[in-house]
């Protein structure tokens, strides 16, 4: 069992920045794969960013390449986001995921692959 603590979130005024945290305590000594995900209000979960345990592959959404970037530290089992230029329609709830992946160059994009989530933290940007 892996617990994901995901923190950071908070209200923002459009073109800022803000980086989510992502802690992973319990069963860490695997080799797991991981990303980030959004849901705004009515919609439905979507792919962020989502990078392999080496950390030497990543993949972005079109919506935040270029301004959002992945990361992790796996001596600290902590997986971040950097998120910059912020938009209005970045507004959502984030969620961290985690999957044991034998590959540890592996990167998973869809949600139904992912077998550990954390509670989510709340962005906001305003315009």
């Known amino acids: 069992q892996v617990q994901l603590v995901e923190s950071g979130g908070q209200v923002v005024q459009a073109g800022g920045s803000l980086r989510l945290s992502c802690a992973a305590s319990?069963?860490?000594?695997?080799?797991?794969?991981m990303g980030w995900f959004r849901q705004a209000p009515g919609k439905e979960r979507e792919f962020v960013a989502a990078?392999?345990?080496?950390?030497?592959?990543?993949i972005y959404a079109d919506s935040v390449k270029g301004r959002f970037t992945i990361s992790r530290d796996n001596a600290k089992s902590t997986m971040y986001l950097q998120m910059n230029a912020l938009k209005p329609e970045d507004t959502a709830v984030y969620y961290c995921?985690?999957?044991?992946?034998?590959?540890?160059?592996?990167?998973?994009?869809?949600?139904?692959?992912?077998?550990?989530w954390g509670q989510g933290t709340q962005v906001t940007v305003s315009s």
């Open positions: 319990g069963h860490t000594f695997g080799s797991y794969a």
């Open positions: 995921a985690a999957v044991l992946k034998w590959d540890t160059t592996s990167v998973v994009v869809t949600t139904h692959d992912y077998n550990y």
């Open positions: 990078i392999s345990y080496s950390g030497g592959k990543t």
